[in-house]
Structure formats: structure tokens, C-alpha cells
């Protein structure tokens, strides 16, 4: 490998908004989630709701009826 163009390859911590933590190594620091394996509902087998970043609105909008 050729020195000095890799970005540094450190620990980081992964953090769910479940609350879950994971530690583990990247080249980025300090990784924030919406969903991962301990509150996803494939992996827990608990169906719920999952609307990231209003998705249903914004198709509701682009493609709803028009008045």
C-alpha cells in the first residue's frame, strides 16, 4: 500500500437511536443510526412503523390527489 494517501483506521462507537452502542473500527468516528440488528423489525420479529425522513408525505404530495 502506498503511505500517505489511506485516511486513519481507528475505533469508533455506532449508536442506534434504540440506544444500542457497537464499537468497532473505522475510518470514520463517531457513527449515528436510525435502526439497527437489536430494534429492526426483520431481526426482532416486531413489525412497527418506519418513516424515515417522511417519505409517505412526500410521495403523498408528489403523487396524491390533486384538489
Known amino acids: 500500500m502506498k503511505k500517505g ?3 486513519p483506521y481507528r475505533e469508533t462507537v455506532i449508536k442506534c437511536a434504540c440506544g444500542a452502542e457497537y464499537r468497532t ?3 470514520k468516528e463517531n457513527l449515528k443510526v436510525e435502526i439497527c440488528s ?22 403523498q404530495r ?6
Open 38 to 59: 437489536a430494534c429492526h423489525p426483520l431481526f426482532t420479529g416486531k413489525h412497527k412503523f418506519v418513516d424515515s425522513g417522511g417519505r409517505i408525505e412526500r410521495f
Open 62 to 67: 408528489k403523487y396524491g390527489k390533486k384538489k
Open 5 to 7: 494517501i489511506h485516511p
Open 25 to 27: 473500527r473505522s475510518t
